[in-house]
């Protein structure tokens, strides 16, 4: 006959040590044999049954109450969809909605799976539609790691050894960009916002390096947008790093030099309130530009390279074996064409 069962995964659970329970697979049990086949993973909603297949008269009279009664309660179980990193850790990417109580259930289990598997980090990557599910994850040990626009992920570490989950990003990337024409003028803006507005400062172009931009193009397409002034990218000259400076991260300044293409100027007036080609005596002489040690470094660097008397780090386009995509070392490229001729 076939025996009646129930939907309750957390009496599954407390089966592990019985018997009649493998952790690691789906167990049959067909005239007193026991017979076990690897558990793929599914995605929520979907279930993995634990069929009960027909059993002797016989069979059943030898399992005791607790046992017959486990049994009658095994219907499915489910465990989370998930990939392994390349850190024995597994990330799951959550998309079907569900109830919390039921996640719970389903994500225990699923940690329970991942243990016996020598897992050690678990990464949840949360779309912002299922933000209800946050409160039942972070209190099964799971805690923030960072966030997007349309998603949150949360980690845990179920290992017993010493945690070794990377922090969250560090620093936010800027740039800078001294563009200069043929006259020693300067491409120069006033912002109306930030903490520049109304102050009758005028500064170098700046702007803040967007995910997946390389710095070389960021400087270029941030003057285009302020500016309206097409150029082209020559070097960086140099880089300043800080501190506790966006909310609390730490920030990367590239100070780059680009060649004009263009002089026409037309103002992006939803952050700049005006720009001008200036002569860099002006800029530098400005009373803000000379209170303010840091840029005057940038001034005598601007100058020195003017002069001829500097070389900053131009862009080379490399491949390697880290990434399939290419991306730009930023050397000193004539002291590597002197070396190559020696």
């Not at 989950?165 to 300067?186: D, L, W, Y």
């Not at 967007?210 to 150029?231: H, M, N, P, S």
């Not at 400005?286 to 601007?302: A, G």
Request: proline residues 4%.
């Amino acid at each position: 006959m076939l025996l009646r069962s129930l939907p309750k995964l957390s009496i599954l659970l407390s089966l592990t040590r019985n018997p009649l329970y493998l952790a690691n697979g789906q167990r049959f049990i067909s005239s007193g044999r026991t017979i076990t086949r690897a558990t793929s993973r599914v995605k929520i909603g979907v279930a993995t049954p634990l069929p009960i297949r027909s059993m002797s008269t016989s069979t059943i009279s030898s399992l005791t109450a607790a046992e017959m009664t486990a049994v009658d309660q095994v219907q499915q179980v489910k465990l989370l969809t998930s990939t392994d990193d390349d850190y024995g850790g597994v990330i799951v990417e959550l998309d079907q909605p569900m109830d919390s109580t039921t996640f719970v259930s389903i994500l225990r289990a699923s940690i329970s799976h991942w243990k016996q598997l020598g897992k050690k980090g678990i990464w949840i990557k949360l779309p912002i539609h299922l933000a209800s599910l946050v409160e039942a994850i972070v209190k099964e040990g799971f805690w923030y790691h960072h966030a997007e626009p349309k998603y949150l992920m949360l980690v845990h570490w179920i290992s017993e050894s010493p945690s070794t989950i990377p922090a969250n990003a560090t620093h936010r990337v800027g740039i800078g960009s001294f563009v200069m024409n043929e006259k020693h003028e300067v491409l120069v803006v006033q912002e109306n916002s930030g903490k520049f507005q109304g102050t009758g400062v005028w500064k170098f172009p700046t702007g803040v390096v967007d995910q997946g931009e390389d710095i070389c193009v960021a400087a270029v397409r941030e003057v285009k947008e302020e500016t309206g002034v097409d150029t082209e990218f020559v070097e960086v000259l140099a880089f300043r790093q800080s501190h506790n400076s966006f909310f609390e991260k730490s920030d990367l300044f590239f100070m780059c030099m680009l060649r004009p293409l263009s002089s026409d100027i037309q103002v992006q007036r939803l952050e700049i309130e005006g720009a001008q080609w200036m002569p860099f005596e002006e800029y530098v002489a400005q009373p803000f530009v000379q209170k303010h040690e840091l840029l005057k470094y940038i001034s005598d660097v601007c100058l020195a390279k003017i002069d001829g008397r500097y070389s900053g780090f131009t862009p080379v386009s490399t491949s390697s074996n880290f990434s399939k995509q290419q991306s730009y070392l930023y050397l000193n490229d004539g002291v590597v064409k002197r070396s190559n001729s020696l």
